[in-house]
């Protein structure tokens, strides 16, 4: 074979490779930001996604604070609803739970951001420290390890720690805008604090952030739909309340659990089954979460994640 043919030959390969890569979607043809030490993509099904979760609640056991809340159920309600079923706040808290590690870390938070979606934010160095904390905190946990070492199996990311905070910080602490072309959300703000929007609430799935609102009476119990028992690692709810006289007629969240659990399922869903039905089991007890994706500048982040039961 001459060299010019050689060429030649070698040159429709490599083009018909990249052709078909872009065709179906790998990480490298679309310039995906997992970072180019990954592997191909695995397909995860429902019954690992679900081995999974139960793994990982086994191994939250150093930042769970079950044993540190009392939970006041009260009465059944509906997202109709307009009696208030509950009188006393749903959580009481030992002081106990805030000196757990990723909780401690979690608080200094709470004062970075603006509820309204539609008000600029300005992230200050300060503020990206306490960001960075906690993200370190999370990542040397048993429970974000064994995500990391899951997510390496199914292609999603490499081996290199830092690659992985870096996603971490992406998906969660990313500003975008969500109104009126302010930057005013993040995932993080949405999902373990609120956001208000149109006169209506979003967001608002951490317990943590729910127990301090009612501590300051921003926050309203009016009772829940339905709860599932982790087994005394905590619950998962689905239920009723206001906050700042602002009704929510259908919240759900965990509670008890470690923050690194929450951000660990949160995020093995967003990047494994996004804006698809991502079918887990905790304690025995199947239920999903569902998870949105937010597309600014090209990046795919987080809009939206839950538990559904």
């Excluded at 979690?106 to 951001?113: E, H, K, M, R």
């Excluded at 127990?211 to 709860?227: F, I, P, R, S, V």
Aim: some cysteine.
């Amino acid at each position: 074979m001459s060299a010019r043919a050689i060429v030649i030959f070698v040159f429709t390969i490599f083009a018909t490779n990249a052709l078909w890569s872009f065709l179906t979607g790998s990480d490298d043809a679309r310039g995906s930001n997992q970072g180019s030490s990954a592997n191909s993509n695995v397909e995860v099904d429902d019954n690992e996604l679900r081995q999974f979760s139960e793994d990982l609640l086994n191994k939250d056991t150093v930042n769970n604070a079950a044993q540190y809340v009392t939970i006041n159920w009260q009465g059944l309600t509906t997202s109709r609803s307009t009696r208030d079923e509950a009188p006393l706040p749903l959580l009481s808290v030992s002081p106990a739970a805030y000196s757990l590690t990723t909780i401690s870390k979690l608080l200094p938070l709470y004062d970075n951001y603006i509820l309204e979606a539609n008000k600029n934010e300005v992230t200050s160095q300060q503020e990206k420290n306490e960001e960075g904390d906690l993200l370190n905190a999370i990542v040397q946990t048993p429970v974000m390890q064994y995500t990391r070492n899951f997510l390496m199996s199914k292609g999603k990311i490499g081996r290199d720690v830092q690659e992985f905070k870096d996603l971490l910080n992406l998906i969660w602490f990313n500003m975008y805008s969500r109104q009126g072309g302010k930057l005013g959300s993040s995932a993080f703000e949405h999902v373990f604090l609120a956001e208000i929007k149109n006169n209506q609430v979003s967001g608002l799935h951490n317990w943590v952030y729910f127990n301090e609102e009612e501590n300051k009476n921003h926050a309203n119990y009016l009772g829940y739909m339905k709860k599932i028992d982790l087994g005394g690692k905590g619950y998962i709810v689905k239920f009723h309340f206001t906050l700042n006289g602002v009704d929510k007629p259908v919240n759900s969240m965990f509670i008890g659990t470690s923050p690194e659990l929450e951000m660990a399922l949160y995020s093995t869903c967003f990047l494994l089954r996004p804006d698809r039905v991502c079918p887990l089991k905790l304690n025995g007890n199947r239920f999903i979460i569902r998870t949105y994706t937010f597309r600014y500048r090209g990046k795919n982040l987080i809009g939206s994640a839950f538990p559904e039961i």
